[in-house]
């Protein structure tokens, strides 16, 4: 397995897992590989950084008591952007999740119970069934949604 950074022509990163090389040049031409915020597949890798595996010793631990601790890292690069994660969330479920509308909660329900096969799913749920699903244990998550400044 090979995790690759990756980034789109208009600077959203992200990172993409691969068998090999080979599989990631494979669906980069088959225009498999696109950005999760806003959809574009000319996809292309950045250098990230290294990993290196360092053979422990004996003495590692004094070494290490005696090593200045890093200051942790700060700065934009670090910081993630909450508008641009709820953009690629959105994204990733619109593209990947069956919507069934207003009919959430019965849907839901049915594969909690094994009357159907699991699968992804996104929907509507009134305050109503939303407290029901809670009182009857059965797992979902609310996506907030965007104020219209923000949609693209």
């Given amino acids: 397995m090979v ?21 990631f040049e494979s669906q980069k031409e088959k225009g498999q590989l696109n950005c999760g915020v806003c959809g574009n597949t000319d996809v292309s890798k950045i250098p990230s950084g290294g990993h290196f595996h360092v053979p422990a010793s004996k003495d590692s631990p004094a070494k290490a008591e005696k090593m200045p601790k890093k200051a942790p890292m700060t700065g934009a690069s670090t910081a993630l952007d909450p508008v641009e994660v709820l953009k690629a969330l959105r994204y990733y479920v619109k593209s990947h999740f069956d919507n069934v509308g207003d009919q959430f909660a019965q849907e839901i329900r049915k594969m909690h119970k094994g009357e159907d096969p699991p699968r992804n799913i996104y929907g509507q749920v009134t305050p109503e069934d939303r407290e029901k699903l809670v009182e009857e244990e059965i797992p979902f998550a609310l996506l907030p949604d965007l104020p219209p400044e923000y949609e693209n």
Avoid: Q, S
């Avoid at 995790?3 to 022509?9: A, N």
């Fill in 3 to 23: 995790i690759y950074d990756l980034t789109c022509p208009n600077g959203h990163r992200f990172e993409g897992w691969f068998r090999n090389l080979e599989a």
